[in-house]
C-alpha cells in the first residue's frame, strides 16, 4: 500500500498520512506505549467514532469509509474521505484572514457550546473550506460532552489553540472580530473572551504553561 500512496507525513517510526491514488487518505495510528488504552480501543476506531460524533451535531469533518488493523509491524489504518480546502495555517500564509476572523470566532464558539472538547485544535488542524466556512480533520484526541464546555475547558482549550506562535500572533492581530464572532455564539461578552486569549498568550510567552 505504501508503495502505491503518495507519503504526506512519516517519523522515525514510518509512514504516518498516506494519499491514494483514489485521492482517500490513510491515517496510520501506531502503539506508542506498551500499556495503553489503545489496545483495548484502537485509535482508528476512536478517529471513526468521533467522526460520527461531529457529523451528527452538524459540525463539518472527514467521512471514515473504513477502517483496519496490521499485525506486522502493529498498526492500526483509517481510511477518510478528505475535507475539501486548506488548513487555516496555510490560508494565513497566503493571504488574510479578516474576512474569517469573525466567523473563526463563532465555529470556535460552537465547538464550545456543544460541548466538543478537541484537545488537539491547533491552525492546522482547522481546515478552510472553499464556501469560507471551517472543517475539523485529525480527530482522535476529542471528547463530547452532553453540555456545554465550562470556562476553565474553555480556557485550557484556547491554550491549544494559541500554542503556535505565528498562529497566536496572527489571532491577536484580529482579536477583536474573533470574540465578536465567539460572543455571537456563546452568550459570553467580548471582553471576557479577549481577557481570556490575551491572559492565555501571556502565559504561552511565559512558558507557564
Wanted: charged content about 25%; glycine content about 6%; proline content about 3%.
Amino acid at each position: 500500500m505504501v508503495d502505491t500512496c503518495q507519503v504526506l507525513e512519516k517519523d522515525s517510526y514510518g509512514e504516518k498520512v498516506l494519499r491514494c491514488s483514489d485521492g482517500k487518505i490513510v491515517k496510520i495510528f501506531r502503539l506508542k506505549r506498551f500499556f495503553s488504552s489503545a489496545l483495548i480501543y484502537p485509535y482508528a476506531r476512536r478517529f471513526s467514532r468521533n467522526a460520527l460524533k461531529l457529523h451528527a451535531l452538524e459540525i463539518p469533518t472527514i467521512h471514515v469509509v473504513r477502517t483496519a488493523h496490521c499485525p506486522q509491524p502493529s498498526r492500526d489504518l483509517v481510511w477518510y474521505q478528505p475535507v475539501e480546502g486548506h488548513t487555516l495555517r496555510d490560508h494565513a500564509r497566503d493571504q488574510s484572514l479578516h474576512n474569517l476572523m469573525e466567523g473563526l470566532g463563532a465555529f470556535i464558539a460552537s465547538l464550545h457550546q456543544r460541548g466538543v472538547l478537541f484537545r488537539s485544535l491547533h491552525w492546522g488542524n482547522i481546515i478552510v473550506q472553499p464556501d469560507g466556512t471551517f472543517a475539523l480533520i485529525d480527530i482522535a484526541d476529542l471528547k463530547c460532552y452532553r453540555r456545554a464546555l465550562s470556562s476553565s475547558q474553555r480556557q485550557r482549550n484556547f491554550f491549544h489553540f494559541l500554542r503556535c506562535k505565528e498562529d497566536r500572533n496572527c489571532l491577536l492581530e484580529q482579536v477583536e472580530l474573533f470574540c465578536r464572532g465567539y460572543a455571537a455564539v456563546s452568550g459570553m461578552s467580548e471582553n471576557t473572551c479577549r481577557q481570556w486569549l490575551v491572559a492565555v498568550a501571556d502565559r504561552i510567552d511565559k512558558g507557564s504553561c
